[in-house]
């Protein structure tokens, strides 16, 4: 809902309220590499997986929480794999791509994508936690197609405009960086 909010006597703001009530049913989307590198690169820190869980979650009925990850020849990830299982996450594992040439790919888009899609009609609520705009049209598509509301949690400086404009709701992780970040 967009509630409309006076700023000046010739300026006028739009503002999200907020619908969350505790019988939706949610599941929520991890796009691991996003977050990783947005913490990584914008803070020189690490993201509290379990604070951005329960943010995402707020008291709500948690159906599915899935997390996508890359799987690298060295293996060090796995201690963080392990770790996001306890905190009751899924893992979707694939391995990173090299290309001749030495480029790397290492992204979930469609995976996330085709998962939220398939679980839409038992959810109330699918919240993405990425700042990626190629989650756009599949926000849009979860909107009208299935009648979901889609939240979106991500690092306000390194989330696509369009993507937080999409969202029902957008819930900034860097407003509060104690709480998200692990130094």
Request: charged share 35%.
């Given at each position: 809902m967009i509630k409309k909010t006076k700023k000046s006597s010739s300026e006028l703001s739009f503002e999200r309220k907020s619908l969350k009530h505790k019988d939706q049913r949610i599941g929520v989307f991890v796009d691991a590499q996003n977050m990783y590198h947005s913490a990584?690169?914008?803070?020189?820190?690490?993201?509290?997986?379990?604070?951005?869980?329960?943010?995402?979650?707020?008291?709500?009925?948690?159906?599915?929480?899935?997390?996508?990850?890359?799987?690298?020849?060295?293996?060090?990830?796995?201690?963080?794999?392990?770790?996001?299982?306890?905190?009751?996450?899924e893992i979707k594992e694939k391995d990173l791509q090299i290309f001749a040439g030495g480029q790397k790919k290492a992204d979930w888009d469609v995976g996330l994508a085709v998962d939220a899609i398939k679980l839409a009609d038992k959810l109330d609520v699918v919240v993405i936690v990425s700042g990626d705009g190629d989650y756009e049209p599949l926000v849009e598509y979860l909107k009208i197609n299935k009648g979901c509301r889609v939240e979106t949690v991500a690092f306000g400086e390194?989330?696509?405009?369009?993507?937080?404009?999409?969202?029902?709701?957008?819930?900034?992780?860097?407003?509060?960086?104690k709480r998200f970040l692990i130094k």
């Open positions: 990584r690169n914008l803070y020189k820190a690490r993201v509290n997986f379990k604070e951005v869980l329960s943010v995402a979650v707020s008291g709500r009925i948690l159906i599915r929480a899935i997390t996508y990850v890359i799987r690298t020849e060295s293996g060090e990830e796995k201690s963080f794999f392990e770790a996001m299982e306890k905190l009751g996450f390194s989330a696509s405009a369009k993507l937080i404009e999409v969202a029902d709701e957008f819930t900034d992780l860097s407003k509060d960086k």
